[in-house]
């Protein structure tokens, strides 16, 4: 059976950082494909949406991996 992309914290072997100085509330977190804005061939993402105290909006996303094994 293939490995699926797992999104437990003791299955994370890299990591980036949410926005720092910012107070932010967690929007939305959904896995996609990603280019890397046509950078990169396409892989799999985890695509976080952070709200801002101000209603501003950031999008991250954070590698997830081959998206083959999604």
């Known amino acids: ?17 949410i926005p720092v100085d910012q107070n ?16 990169a061939p396409k892989t799999a993402a985890a695509r976080v949406t952070w709200v801002a105290d101000d209603g501003s909006e950031h999008i991250q996303y954070y590698s997830a991996g081959d998206p083959s094994k999604l």
Do not use: T
């Not at 932010?24 to 950078?39: I, P, Q």
């Open 1 to 17: 059976m293939a490995e699926k992309v797992g999104i437990a914290p003791s299955e994370f072997i890299e990591g980036a950082m």
């Open 24 to 39: 932010l509330r967690l929007k939305e977190a959904r896995f996609c494909h990603w280019d890397y804005n046509g950078k």
